[in-house]
């Protein structure tokens, strides 16, 4: 099996891209750099990994590479923290689309004329950002309001070219919707100004890199964005990898769309407490204090996962402290490499 990645060189893609393949796949990655620069992998010298420097808007390079290719996972976008969608409005949805037409054109061709046999489409869960029904089934994305943000709307999007796509051209489609992958790898993003919180500069703009930057710089009263009652699912990088490869292999998938996410609900403040505790013990009491909210910061995130575990066999099973284990000592290497 040969698989081609946009995006290769993303923070959920790093994960993606080992569990293909340690599972026997070819992988052909495509990446600019524009994010993060230049990141080195693990896997940069796999004997059954390619990684191409190039854009992923270039139609004539997609379809170089997809020829040969089983599968495609079209995972590259303009994406970021929540600061993203505020400061990036526009472009998180001109780009992104522009983007997302280039990969469909590509895997549309293949299929007709290559050996191209599946699309698996990385969504997210922005697409629910304004559903009142908790937990969110899969089916609840074409019955909710449609997001306020571009970001939401444009993911959003993604489902309905597979969607067109499969209509059309009958091209075979897996969704995939990830929920707030957290682990180790994800560098400072090439950001044309600085984020604060406190004294401190934000470093991904993602709640759990940058609450234990915080904590391990000393920043106390910790500064926690809205009120701390935000409702998130955590889920490890690598379950949520195991996910997407089964989304790309299983025939259950075909057609489908998947919540991919640990069960596991866990507050902000919560985490918050977690973090503190696991640094400084569980004798220091936690102080904090609310800094305002953005207004696109989804206060409760709550997928149903059941529909994965049944036609997938898939649950995520990386506990939130078995998280942070990880997280902490990678966060503080690269605090003291200067990197944050």
């Given at each position: 099996?040969?698989?081609?990645?946009?995006?290769?060189?993303?923070?959920?893609?790093?994960?993606?891209?080992?569990?293909?393949?340690?599972?026997?796949?070819?992988?052909?990655?495509?990446?600019?750099?524009?994010?993060?620069?230049?990141v080195k992998k693990?896997?940069?010298?796999?004997?059954?990994?390619?990684?191409?420097?190039?854009?992923?808007?270039?139609?004539?390079?997609?379809?170089?590479?997809?020829?040969?290719?089983?599968?495609?996972?079209?995972?590259?976008?303009?994406?970021?923290?929540?600061?993203?969608?505020?400061?990036?409005?526009?472009?998180?949805?001109?780009?992104?689309?522009?983007?997302?037409?280039?990969?469909?054109?590509?895997?549309?061709?293949?299929?007709?004329?290559r050996q191209l046999?599946?699309?698996?489409?990385?969504?997210?869960?922005?697409?629910?950002?304004?559903?009142?029904?908790?937990?969110?089934?899969?089916?609840?994305?074409?019955?909710?309001?449609?997001?306020?943000?571009?970001?939401?709307?444009?993911?959003?999007?993604?489902?309905?070219?597979?969607?067109?796509?499969?209509?059309?051209?009958?091209?075979?489609?897996?969704?995939?919707?990830?929920?707030?992958?957290?682990?180790?790898?994800?560098?400072?993003?090439?950001?044309?100004?600085?984020?604060?919180?406190?004294?401190?500069?934000?470093?991904?703009?993602?709640?759990?890199?940058?609450?234990?930057?915080?904590?391990?710089?000393?920043?106390?009263?910790?500064?926690?964005?809205?009120?701390?009652q935000q409702v998130?699912?955590?889920?490890?990088?690598?379950?949520?990898?195991?996910?997407?490869?089964?989304?790309?292999?299983?025939?259950?998938?075909?057609?489908?769309?998947?919540?991919?996410?640990?069960?596991?609900?866990?507050?902000?403040?919560?985490?918050?407490?977690?973090?503190?505790?696991?640094?400084?013990?569980?004798?220091?009491?936690?102080?904090?204090?609310?800094?305002?909210?953005?207004?696109?910061?989804?206060?409760?995130?709550?997928?149903?996962?059941?529909?994965?575990?049944?036609?997938?066999?898939?649950?995520?099973?990386?506990?939130?402290?078995?998280?942070?284990?990880?997280?902490?000592?990678?966060?503080?290497?690269?605090?003291?490499?200067?990197?944050?």
């Amino acid at each position: 099996m040969k698989t081609l990645v946009t995006g290769a060189a993303g923070f959920i893609c790093g994960y993606l891209i080992e569990e293909l393949l340690q599972a026997g796949h070819s992988v052909v990655g495509i990446d600019n750099y524009s994010k993060y620069g230049r990141v080195k992998k693990s896997y940069d010298s796999h004997p059954n990994y390619r990684l191409v420097e190039g854009d992923a808007k270039d139609l004539a390079l997609i379809k170089e590479l997809i020829a040969d290719c089983d599968y495609f996972v079209p995972a590259a976008a303009l994406i970021g923290g929540i600061t993203y969608f505020h400061e990036l409005a526009y472009d998180l949805l001109a780009e992104n689309e522009r983007i997302t037409a280039t990969a469909f054109d590509a895997a549309i061709w293949a299929h007709q004329h290559r050996q191209l046999q599946k699309i698996t489409v990385i969504s997210s869960s922005m697409v629910f950002e304004s559903t009142t029904e908790f937990p969110t089934p899969e089916a609840a994305v074409r019955r909710s309001p449609p997001p306020r943000s571009t970001y939401g709307f444009q993911k959003l999007a993604t489902e309905y070219f597979a969607q067109g796509a499969y209509e059309q051209y009958r091209l075979p489609y897996t969704i995939v919707r990830p929920f707030n992958c957290v682990g180790i790898g994800e560098k400072r993003a090439l950001r044309n100004h600085d984020m604060h919180s406190g004294n401190v500069k934000l470093a991904m703009s993602h709640v759990v890199p940058d609450l234990v930057q915080k904590v391990l710089k000393g920043q106390n009263p910790l500064h926690i964005l809205g009120s701390g009652q935000q409702v998130r699912h955590y889920t490890y990088g690598a379950d949520l990898a195991r996910a997407i490869r089964l989304c790309i292999e299983s025939p259950a998938a075909l057609g489908e769309d998947f919540n991919l996410s640990t069960p596991v609900p866990t507050t902000v403040l919560e985490l918050a407490q977690l973090i503190w505790s696991k640094i400084n013990g569980p004798r220091k009491p936690l102080s904090y204090v609310s800094d305002p909210a953005y207004e696109y910061d989804v206060q409760t995130r709550t997928p149903d996962t059941t529909k994965a575990e049944r036609l997938l066999g898939f649950r995520a099973t990386t506990s939130l402290p078995e998280i942070l284990d990880e997280v902490i000592p990678w966060v503080a290497d690269e605090i003291h490499a200067g990197q944050l």
